[in-house]
């Protein structure tokens, strides 16, 4: 539909973590479903430029655009639920907007004015928020980090107070994401902490237009009405969010509440009722699941799930795909460098070994890889997962003593992991990362290209270091199999192994593309070798030992927690 863009401006209160990146996204889905085109963005006020140096336990996982934008965790959620693919515009921190500010005075364009966080701050922020508005959008959601409250959030509040004013009142609606906390001993559910929020958001000059209050369990109608009354909102704006079982049940939930209906009136928006049908058929898909598949994910970060957000996602896709459920059984990477290998892995129906940066637990995802090749395990490799089971297959299989990647081991004789020539002259190394999505070329006949179904396929990349090419001679003629590489055929993308249910690895990050309704091929491919290994659930197990017992329950850590070290973070590598 042509016409004004409209703005949906999402804030939380009361406390972090909230839900705020899904609430706003599961919104964006409800309007996307009623025909409406939507896009999202995402404004954090920590001042670093971007999160791409940022360590992993700090902020979780760094997810990473088409267009190669380094960006906050909440525009994977953005693209799982409006299924767009979001550029670097979608992020903007307070470090991205200072230096655009700096630069631009250091330029002369403020003609030797005093610079100030108002206008000069505030208009960038503006700027960014205007820079995704254009004729194929209908609407932009953008959601602003932090909890109202903040001192660093005060610039973007001032921003998006004036975007009202700037674009009209009819094309801005403001939603405010607050928790409604149940105090035990009372069993009671407390409104107040709303109600200070709401206060503090008002001191700044925005009046929320909706409430989504978060809650442990349901909120009852007198409550809203409460809410409604103290926070000036229309009581069938005060919309609740209690704890749902899946994360996909959001956007039904915000709809039996009204959400939706109640933003397109304040935008004055005339779209049809949302159509859910296939909205619903997933959720049904996840309640009725009749299998449960165990997946070891081999990690650095485990003590942080967040961490590996995208991944956990995929693998949750590929289950829903199969009529199963995943459970993950979160594995420290260092535990596998001793002799609890055996224990640790035999009781998994598959294993995934995502990316990472440093030396840290790369032994244990050495062993990790050697584990599955070796006993059938199906096994899938992103990123720094394919350079271990590079390296596995070089030391064990191929006999190359010592073989390493170059990164952790400058003197391996056998650097079957290496920096490409064209990259060791530049003294920035945050310049020699392959960032954003990139074409590889199929090999007919391989695993890989029967789940893609495509001889030409697009993965997004976020990585320094290579197969290296000069010792791929080596690999050649055996049961390693190059089953993709760049359309120049210089850098190998996609790696499996002869006669194995799943040994593949690749050198990008699939789990970033996946979506609840379009499982990313490679995790797919992983969970339905899973379960072909694994009998119906109830039957005795063969292959995994003695049954379910032995892997734990769903979400245990294996392992001891490792200690936040600073070779974890990005700058370490750049």
Not at 240 to 256: C, F, K, M, T, W
Not at 319 to 326: E, Q, T
């Amino acid at each position: 539909m042509a016409g004004v863009t409209k703005h949906i401006f999402v804030t939380g209160g009361v406390a972090s973590s909230l839900g705020k990146g899904l609430s706003a996204a599961s919104l964006g889905r409800l309007l996307k479903q009623r025909g409406l085109r939507v896009t999202m963005q995402k404004l954090d006020p920590y001042i670093n430029v971007d999160p791409g140096t940022m360590n992993p336990f700090e902020h979780g996982e760094v997810f990473v655009t088409d267009d190669g934008g380094e960006t906050d965790l909440d525009l994977g959620h953005y693209e799982r639920f409006i299924d767009e693919s979001l550029t670097k515009l979608s992020n903007a921190t307070t470090g991205s907007i200072y230096s655009s500010v700096i630069a631009a005075e250091r330029q002369g364009e403020y003609l030797g004015k005093t610079v100030q966080v108002i206008p000069h701050v505030t208009n960038e922020i503006k700027s960014r928020i205007s820079s995704l508005v254009s004729d194929d959008v209908d609407v932009v959601i953008t959601e602003i980090g932090g909890t109202v409250g903040d001192i660093e959030i005060l610039p973007f509040l001032e921003a998006i107070r004036q975007v009202r004013l700037d674009v009209g009142r009819e094309n801005v609606c403001y939603v405010h994401v607050t928790l409604v906390p149940f105090i035990g001993p009372t069993g009671e559910q407390k409104t107040k902490p709303t109600q200070h929020s709401v206060t503090e958001l008002r001191s700044r000059g925005v009046q929320p237009d909706a409430i989504v209050c978060r809650s442990e369990s349901p909120i009852s109608d007198e409550l809203k009405r409460k809410i409604s009354s103290l926070c000036d909102v229309d009581v069938m704006a005060v919309a609740n969010a209690a704890d749902a079982d899946s994360i996909y049940e959001i956007p039904l939930v915000l709809h039996e509440e009204g959400l939706d209906r109640v933003v397109c009136d304040i935008l004055r928006l005339d779209a049809p009722e949302p159509d859910l049908a296939d909205w619903r058929l997933l959720n049904q898909r996840i309640e009725t699941a009749q299998r449960t598949v165990r997946i070891g994910l081999i990690g650095k970060y485990v003590t942080l799930p967040d961490a590996y957000l995208s991944v956990v996602e995929a693998l949750n896709h590929a289950a829903i795909h199969h009529g199963a459920s995943v459970a993950i059984e979160w594995i420290q990477a260092e535990s596998v460098e001793g002799l609890m290998v055996d224990s640790l892995l035999s009781g998994l129906d598959g294993i995934v070994i995502p990316g990472g940066f440093g030396e840290r637990g790369i032994e244990g995802k050495i062993n990790a890889a050697s584990f599955a090749r070796e006993n059938g395990v199906p096994c899938l490799g992103l990123c720094l997962g394919l350079q271990v089971m590079t390296i596995d297959y070089a030391r064990n299989v191929l006999g190359l003593a010592n073989a390493h990647s170059s990164e952790f081991d400058p003197r391996t004789p056998w650097p079957v992991i290496d920096l490409m020539e064209s990259q060791r002259s530049i003294t920035d190394k945050g310049g020699t990362m392959r960032l954003g999505a990139c074409l590889a070329k199929l090999r007919a006949g391989t695993k890989v290209a029967e789940v893609y179904g495509n001889e030409v396929v697009s993965e997004r990349h976020r990585h320094r270091y290579e197969f290296n090419p000069k010792l791929r001679s080596r690999f050649e003629g055996t049961d390693f199999v190059i089953a993709g590489e760049s359309p120049d055929g210089l850098l190998v993308e996609f790696i499996e192994l002869a006669d194995h249910p799943w040994w593949v690895g690749t050198q990008a990050h699939p789990e970033f593309k996946s979506r609840p309704d379009r499982p990313a091929p490679l995790f797919c491919g992983l969970v339905k070798a899973a379960l072909d290994r694994r009998p119906p659930d109830g039957a005795p197990d063969q292959a995994n030992g003695s049954g379910p017992e032995q892997a734990g329950e769903r979400g245990e850590q294996v392992g001891e927690p490792a200690p936040a070290v600073a070779e974890e973070s990005a700058a370490a590598r750049r």
